[in-house]
Each structure stands twice: as structure tokens, then as C-alpha cells.
Nanobody, 126 residues
């Protein structure tokens, strides 16, 4: 079965941290950029971060410095370390495999991704 799987979501107090993980089954992240998006109720899906196959990273506005994306060997799982969380970070977070090796300046466009996970819920209480 071909799927992208997210894990690590949960309920955390404002100021806390969470680490999300993304793995693939039946497909590979090799030679692909991988991105994280999020969607809050009533809002559009927005790009959170992207990591290129060769390492360069991109972040959504105001997220750099609080969120760190990384890729781990040997299975190239992608992690999103989130710190100093705020109530406005509450959303369902999705991991996605990009069509390309690099993220590029248009990394936050959903049409640049071909496989999406089912999402993991992150709730930040005030």
C-alpha cells in the first residue's frame, strides 16, 4: 500500500514543544523534497516547511526560528520539531512528498506535491 504517514501530534500547552514525524510506505522519499502543510478549521491549507533532497530548507512566514525541519537516515524520515508553540499553531498537519528534488521558491504550492498523508492533529491550549 502506497502511503505517507504522519505521527507525533497531540495536545500541548502554549510555549510547549512537539516533534512530528513523516514516513513513507510503498514509495520513497529518496531524491524528493518533502513538505509539511497545516490546515486549521475554516482556513486554507498553508505551507509550514519544506526540505530539499540535498538539504536546503524553507519555512512559512513567522515559523522560522520556532520550527525546524530535518531528514533522518536511513529511511529518510522527515521530522518537524516545533517549539514555543502558540494557540494559533493549532491545526491538522500534513506531510507531503514533492514532485521535485528541490523545494524552490514555490514550495508552498500544493500542486508541487504528489503524495499526501492523512494528517496529525496538533492542539495548543492557552
Amino acid at each position: 500500500q502506497v502511503q505517507v504517514m504522519e505521527s507525533g501530534g497531540g495536545l500541548v500547552q502554549a510555549g510547549g514543544s512537539l516533534r512530528l514525524s513523516c514516513t513513507a510506505s510503498g514509495l520513497t522519499f529518496d531524491s524528493h523534497a518533502v513538505g509539511w502543510f497545516r490546515q486549521a478549521p475554516g482556513k486554507e491549507r498553508e505551507g509550514v516547511s519544506c526540505i530539499s533532497w540535498t538539504g536546503p530548507t524553507y519555512y512559512g512566514d513567522s515559523l522560522q526560528g520556532r520550527f525546524i525541519i530535518s531528514r533522518a537516515l536511513p529511511n529518510h524520515a522527515v521530522h518537524l520539531q516545533m517549539t514555543t508553540l502558540k494557540p494559533e499553531d493549532t491545526a491538522t498537519y500534513y506531510c507531503d512528498r514533492a514532485l521535485h528534488v528541490r523545494c524552490s521558491d514555490s514550495w508552498s504550492q500544493p500542486n508541487r506535491y504528489d503524495y499526501w498523508g492523512q494528517g496529525t492533529q496538533v492542539t495548543v491550549s492557552s
